[in-house]
C-alpha cells in the first residue's frame, strides 16, 4: 500500500470531478454491468465494430480528441449500432511523475463513481475531467477543484479519500496499462484498436475513414 500512497499524495496536489451526466454519453453507455471494475462501455453489444481507446487524462491530446472528434464518433458510429466503444485508462504516458499521479486519480475516482451510477457516470466523468483538464490537471488546486465537483456527483470527502486508496482499483488501471503496451504495443495517447488492430492515424479525423472500413469489412 506504500506504493499506492506515494502515488495518490502527488496526485493530491490537484484535481476537478464531474459535475453532471453528459447527455452524448449517458444515453449509450452499457449499465448492464455495473462498478468501478467493469469495462467501461458504449454502444450496442452485437456492433460489428469494436473500438478501444487507451487515453490519458492528463494528455492534451486526448481531451482534444474527446472534445473535438469523439461527438461526431458517438452521433455517426456508437449511437447507430455500429460500433462498440471501450474506453480504458494509460495514465502512464506523460513523462512528469505528477501528471501521471493526477491521471491515475482522475481515472480513479470516475470509476468510483460507476459504483453508484453505471458507466454513463463513469463516462460522464470522464467527459468532465478532459473538458476542465486545465484546471485540475494543471493547476494550482486540483484537489481542492475535484472534491468540489466530487460533491456534485454525490462523492463526499470520506468517500474521494476512500478511493485514492483502493488497491484494487490501481491493480486494474495497471491491467490497462500492462494490455495496451504488452498486447497492442501502444506507443502513446490516445491510442485505438479497431477490432484487435492498432491503428496509428496522422490526424484525428482519420478514424472515421478506419471506421468505414472496418464497418464495410463486417458486412
Not at 495514465?91 to 460507476?114: D, K, N, Q, T
Not at 488492430?197 to 468505414?212: K, V
Amino acid at each position: 500500500m506504500a506504493a499506492l500512497s506515494n502515488i495518490l499524495s502527488v496526485a493530491a496536489a490537484g484535481f476537478l470531478v464531474m459535475a453532471a451526466p453528459f447527455a452524448a454519453f449517458a444515453d449509450t453507455a452499457d449499465d448492464a454491468r455495473t462498478g468501478a471494475l467493469s469495462e467501461m462501455v458504449l454502444g450496442a453489444e452485437d456492433a460489428p465494430v469494436t473500438v478501444i481507446e487507451y487515453a490519458s487524462l492528463t494528455c492534451s491530446h486526448c481531451a482534444r480528441w474527446h472534445e473535438e472528434i469523439f461527438p461526431a464518433v458517438n452521433e455517426r458510429y456508437i449511437k447507430t449500432g455500429k460500433v462498440r466503444f471501450i474506453l480504458r485508462e494509460m495514465p502512464v504516458v506523460p513523462a512528469h511523475p505528477a501528471l501521471v499521479a493526477r491521471s491515475y486519480a482522475g481515472s480513479m475516482l470516475a470509476r468510483c463513481a460507476a459504483d453508484a451510477g453505471g458507466a454513463s457516470r463513469y463516462f460522464a466523468m470522464m467527459d468532465t475531467l478532459f473538458e476542465t483538464q486545465e484546471v485540475w490537471a494543471f493547476g494550482e488546486d486540483a484537489r481542492g477543484e475535484l472534491l468540489k465537483t466530487a460533491a456534485e456527483a454525490g462523492i463526499d470527502e470520506p468517500a474521494f479519500d476512500a478511493c485514492l486508496q483502493r488497491a484494487d482499483l490501481k491493480a486494474h488501471i495497471d491491467r490497462n496499462v500492462a494490455i495496451a503496451t504488452d498486447e497492442f504495443a501502444v506507443q502513446g495517447t490516445p491510442g485505438f484498436i479497431i477490432n484487435g488492430t492498432y491503428e496509428r492515424f496522422q490526424t484525428f479525423e482519420d478514424i472515421f475513414d478506419a471506421l468505414d472500413a472496418a464497418a464495410a469489412a463486417g458486412d
